[in-house]
């Protein structure tokens, strides 16, 4: 199990019915939270995709009379938490307001010193008395610590505000604090169940598809391929259709047979091959070394320490059918496309949760996850 915290959408659907019973109050009531001040945090945390490194995305906004005065999100590692942009986003004018407000945040603020003070001891200094929060910490430092500090210093605290979608949100938090990156798969499948032919380029889905990955690749912080869909392909694994910043490229090549492909076929560009021969580098190719006696995941948690917290696995079939006999994965994306191959390499097989599914054009995207993840 990856994270135990992390709470998913059994359908494309979020009842909220549910979690409301699950909501848990402090002695003193305070009025019903509104959702759509919460689905704000939601959006405004999104604002800090592949920005906040290891740290969690998280949005809060402050809420006077119905109205929002103030809203912020965490913008990038090491800098100021959703709720504290909240605070200094309020204007000269309203800041007397602060102490009257409701501040919703999408996660328990955090009790510890990090790259930053602890929020709570801000939220208590400026007299906010009331606080809602999507979803407890799963990082053992907070853990429910933060709630019961701003009860004991008299804030009232409403939890578990539409917990499922709070939980959801930080899913790729819960990974990086085991130590490994989320890991996203993604293939296309032909409508017979092929994702492509051996030793040939076969390219099934339209353009809207393919202008998605692009913007899933802009999420990532590295895109890892097999050896063999390197050699066939020749992939550039770029961001080309949408603005954004090209996530590291990355070979799992066991037996580091790619190097001189590399400098042919990609010279002067960086890339991270992942063996199990030997560390180094050569010119602009990093090697990173995991042990012959050791499975992926080793390989894996040396990428999390090299900085890729969040990983796009494009393929080929045997290293997406590695990752997913070792469980080593947090998510799917699946196109289901309208071609017909007839025979070639079988798409790989996967049980998993279906989250979310939509048309992309002719083609059909499904959102799978982990069912070992526990999200519930």
């Known amino acids: 199990m990856i994270c135990a915290h992390v709470a998913a959408v059994k359908n494309s659907s979020i009842a909220t019915a549910s979690s409301r019973a699950d ?8 009025p019903q939270p509104e959702d759509k001040f919460m689905r704000r945090c939601f959006e405004l945390a999104l604002l800090g995709q592949n920005q906040t490194g290891k740290n969690p995305k998280v949005g809060a906004v402050l809420v006077y009379d119905n109205t929002i005065i103030g809203e912020g999100y965490h913008k990038k590692f090491g800098g100021p938490h ?17 102490p009257l407000s409701t501040l919703y945040v999408s996660l328990e603020p955090c009790l510890h010193f990090g790259k930053t003070p602890p929020c709570t001891e801000r939220i208590i200094a400026e007299g906010i008395k009331k606080v809602v929060v999507g979803c407890s910490d799963p990082n053992p430092l907070v853990s429910g610590k933060g709630i019961q500090y701003l009860r004991q210093n008299g804030a009232d605290v409403f939890e578990n505000h539409l917990q499922n979608e709070a939980r959801y ?73 949408v603005p954004g910043i090209n ?12 190097i001189s492909f590399l400098n042919e076929h990609y010279p002067g560009q960086h890339w991270l091959i992942l063996n ?17 006696d050791e499975n992926l995941e080793a390989g894996l ?19 997406l059918n590695s990752m997913i006999n070792a469980g080593l994965w947090h998510e799917a994306r699946v196109f289901s496309t309208a ?13 998993g949760k279906l989250h979310q599914q939509r048309q992309i054009g002719i083609d059909k995207l499904h959102v799978i996850l982990n069912p070992s993840l526990h999200y519930d």
């Open 23 to 30: 909501k848990r109050y402090s002695d003193r009531m305070i």
């Open 82 to 98: 959703a709720e504290i942009e909240a605070l200094a986003s309020v204007r000269p004018a309203e800041r007397h307001l602060i």
């Open 169 to 241: 949100l930080i899913r790729p938090f819960c990974a990086n604090l085991n130590g490994l990156p989320y890991i996203v798969l993604k293939w296309a499948a032909s409508k017979d169940g092929y994702i492509g032919k051996q030793r040939e380029q076969i390219w099934l889905t339209n353009n809207y598809s393919k202008m998605l990955v692009h913007k899933w690749r802009t999420e990532s912080d590295g895109i890892l391929v097999g050896k063999n869909t390197l050699l066939t392909d020749i992939p550039r694994l770029t961001v080309r259709d």
């Open 247 to 258: 996530p590291v490229r990355i070979v799992a090549d066991r037996q580091l047979r790619t």
């Open 276 to 292: 199990q021969v030997r560390d180094g580098n050569f010119g602009p190719l990093q090697l990173i070394r995991y042990h012959n």
């Open 301 to 319: 948690r040396l990428l999390f320490d090299h900085g890729i917290h969040t990983l796009l696995v494009e393929g080929g079939n045997e290293l």
């Open 339 to 351: 071609h017909i191959l007839t025979e070639g390499i079988k798409a790989p097989q996967l049980e």
